[in-house]
């Protein structure tokens, strides 16, 4: 009887905290899927929609239904990798790159520092610590990644070699691209054609970064599908030929690769001098080929992951 009234008494307490904490998100807190253990909430997707809207504000001219799914989906993907990660790692251990990753995502947005980063976080009702979570999630299934995959890349590097070389000899001018990147797949030949068709009029829609955002597989889907600035000398002799004839806003039609369908953005188109400092090209190349392959060995293992996990909405 007392250790009933006790579990009675803790439940009641465990409830008001839930509600008392999460208030500044909701009125009412009800369950809205399950994967495996993990139960998500109606405040979870919430916080998550905040969060898409901090890295990706053109999320605001997107109805919020539409963003509320999109948080869903992300949400579903950082569990999967979560419920996967912790076989083999501690998620609480703060790596000491951490500090580096932060520095990295927050100058991604423009900002300065940690502190202008925390106000920043402020203003979407969200914390420095929540976001330090979700990075050291993304930093440790790398790490995982790399791990797993690292005696399966396979670099050419007497090819990256020649390459370099060519590009030196004839121009030491080259271009480099701002790119975008959706990357999504399907069963079948005729659902890959629907869905293709379904990007396509969603970019025409509401932009090429908030589809990301909808649709992409890729990590980079979390901030619109942005993967920075790739030298011309580094993308892969298929993706060259696809950007090539295309101008700065346009987007190539689908590209089959290993881990899915790749349709790329052109942002911005820059020239440079090429560095002559032919080592550090080299290497350069290198790493980049490395984590090219890596982010396909990346999306395979996910989706493998994905198949075996129980999913349940209530």
């Known amino acids: 009887m007392i250790n009933h009234t006790l579990s009675k008494k803790n439940s009641l307490i465990i409830f008001f905290l839930i509600v008392f904490i999460n208030i500044g998100f909701s009125n009412e807190v009800s369950i809205k899927f399950k994967i495996n253990n993990e139960i998500v909430t109606n405040v979870d997707i919430e916080k998550e929609y905040k969060y898409l809207m901090a890295l990706n504000n053109s999320l605001q001219s997107i109805n919020k239904n539409e963003v509320l799914e999109i948080a869903k989906t992300s949400i579903i993907k950082e569990i999967i990798k979560k419920i996967e990660l912790i076989k083999y790692f501690d998620l609480d251990q703060n790596p000491e790159y951490m500090e580096e990753i932060i520095k990295d995502f927050y100058t991604g947005l423009d900002i300065n520092s940690e502190s202008e980063f925390e106000q920043y976080l ?35 590097e007497d090819k990256l070699k020649r390459t370099l070389k060519k590009k030196i000899m004839n121009n030491n001018i080259e271009k480099n691209y701002l790119l ?31 589809t990301a955002n909808k649709y992409s597989q890729s990590d980079s889907a979390r901030n619109g599908g942005n993967i920075g600035w790739i ?51 080299l290497k350069k190349f290198i790493l980049y080929e490395k984590n090219r392959q890596l982010n396909q060995f990346s999306i395979i293992h996910f989706n493998r992951i994905k198949q075996n996990v129980n999913y349940s909405e209530k």
């Not at 005729?190 to 869905?195: C, G, I, Q, R, Y």
């Not at 590209?255 to 020239?271: A, F, M, Q, S, W």
């Open 180 to 210: 975008a990147e959706i990357l999504f797949n399907e069963k079948n030949t005729s659902e890959l054609k629907d869905k293709y068709d379904l990007i396509k009029q969603n970019i025409l829609e509401i932009g090429f970064e908030n």
């Open 122 to 156: 402020n203003k979407f009702g969200l914390k420095l610590d929540d976001v330090k979570k979700k990075l050291e999630i993304e930093a440790i299934w790398n790490e995982y990644i790399y791990k797993k995959f690292k005696d399966q890349v396979v670099i050419d």
């Open 231 to 281: 030298k011309e000398s580094q993308l892969s002799d298929l993706i060259k030929e696809k950007l090539v004839n295309l101008k700065i806003g346009e987007f190539t039609n689908m590209i089959n690769l290993p881990g899915g369908v790749l349709i790329i953005k052109i942002k911005d188109i820059k020239e440079e001098k090429i560095n002559l400092n032919f080592e550090d090209q």
